[in-house]
């Protein structure tokens, strides 16, 4: 775990691949857990959850520092106001330089996956998505990145909608039929590179970034500038 910026209301962290935001059922130290173990001991601190990352992607998240900031940042998220933004290596070419995706998507609560429709059915909640060319890889013409962003914030959205598209992310294990049965250890190529928000006490615009590590399956990149994307989805 690596902190990116604390003040007195909120801490910015990097969250590793493969472990969970928050606890789960299977017992596995969790970002949440780490945070209230590091801040015990500051009786003016109490840890918040503001949003959660799938627990294979790595990337930032922001955490609330007290029970103010967690209500004023929570009507963020429900204004939208919170801005993500991820990077991802997926398995084929885009038709797009870039595009807006929207679909529809339910959860599938008894194998934990998202079924993504193109058009409403029952139980289906609308998910948006945008995303930009990144490269190419370099290494395998197969592959490209991809900057995303999403103006929604369903259930493994990202994975579900680029694996509907014909781009399933490398690595993943649930959407990607080419990785589904393998035994190969690998990290899913997803990262949470940008969160932009205001802050909770002060209301001043804030962005925080960090670039995916610099190894499989990532290319080094000296720039992951966010886009503008469309204000009216």
């Given at each position: 775990m690596k902190i990116l910026y604390e003040d007195n209301d909120i801490v910015l962290v990097i969250k590793p691949p493969n472990m969970p935001s928050q606890p789960d059922k299977n017992g596995t130290l969790d970002l949440f857990s780490l945070l209230n173990e590091k801040y015990s001991k500051d009786k003016n601190v109490e840890i918040g959850l503001v949003h959660r990352l799938d627990r294979p992607v790595g990337g930032i998240m922001i955490f609330a520092k007290n029970i103010n900031?967690?209500?004023k940042l929570n009507i963020q998220i429900k204004n939208r106001e919170i801005n993500k933004y991820y990077v991802a290596k997926v398995c084929g070419i885009p038709q797009f330089q870039s595009k807006v995706q929207v679909n529809y998507i339910k959860k599938l609560k008894t194998i934990n996956m998202a079924k993504v429709y193109e058009t409403k059915m029952a139980y289906c909640k609308r998910a948006v998505l945008e995303y930009r060319v990144l490269d190419i890889d370099?290494?395998?013409?197969?592959?490209t990145y991809l900057n995303i962003y999403i103006h929604t914030g369903r259930f493994h959205q990202i994975r579900a909608q680029l694996s509907y598209i014909g781009l399933p992310?490398?690595?993943d294990r649930k959407?990607?039929?080419?990785?589904?049965?393998?035994?190969?250890d690998y990290n899913l190529a997803l990262w949470a590179h940008t969160l932009s928000f205001r802050h909770p006490i002060s209301n001043k615009?804030?962005?925080f970034s960090a670039l995916p590590p610099c190894n499989e399956p990532w290319v080094y990149f000296d720039s992951l500038d966010k886009f503008e994307y469309s204000k009216e989805i």
């Open positions: 900031s967690l209500r370099k290494k395998d013409q197969n592959y992310i490398w690595g959407y990607n039929k080419a990785f589904v049965k393998s035994k190969g615009p804030m962005s």
